[in-house]
């Protein structure tokens, strides 16, 4: 069965640290762009963060610049979203999806094929 499990997720004060962790099972990332994006309560879902496949540009939505890094490891199958500096609008469920295209209109999450259910990421003190 093909799909993306996401996790790391949880509650952590501000200025914290988490670290997503986006896992394929039934097909390889290789060949796949992934985004994370979120959507908090009450707003649209955004674009935080997406990787290419092959060359691994990466990109990053403003609000997160400086704050967030993704990677991947092809050996496991997993993308990761480190966050750093937390801040409480930072508050969402965040998910993972991948895409068989590339460039920077991956931020708008129109393109992906997959998607994952999504871990909640709550910054409060």
């Known amino acids: 069965q093909v799909q993306l499990v996401e996790s790391g997720g949880g509650l952590v004060q501000p200025g914290g640290s988490l670290r997503l962790s986006c896992a394929a099972f039934?097909?390889?990332?290789?060949?796949?762009?992934i985004g994370w994006f979120r959507q908090a309560p009450g707003k649209e879902r955004e674009g935080v963060s997406c990787i290419n496949s092959s060359v691994g540009t990466t990109y990053y939505a403003d609000f997160v610049k400086g704050r967030f890094t993704i990677s991947r490891d092809y050996a496991k199958n997993t993308v990761y979203l480190q966050m750093n500096d937390l801040r409480p609008e930072d508050t969402a469920v965040y998910f993972c999806?991948?895409?068989?295209?590339?460039?920077?209109?991956?931020?708008?999450?129109?393109?992906?094929?997959?998607w994952g259910r999504g871990t909640q990421v709550t910054v409060s003190s």
């Open positions: 999806a991948a895409s068989p295209n590339r460039g920077p209109s991956l931020m708008s999450g129109t393109s992906y094929d997959y």
């Open positions: 039934g097909f390889t990332l290789d060949y796949y762009a």
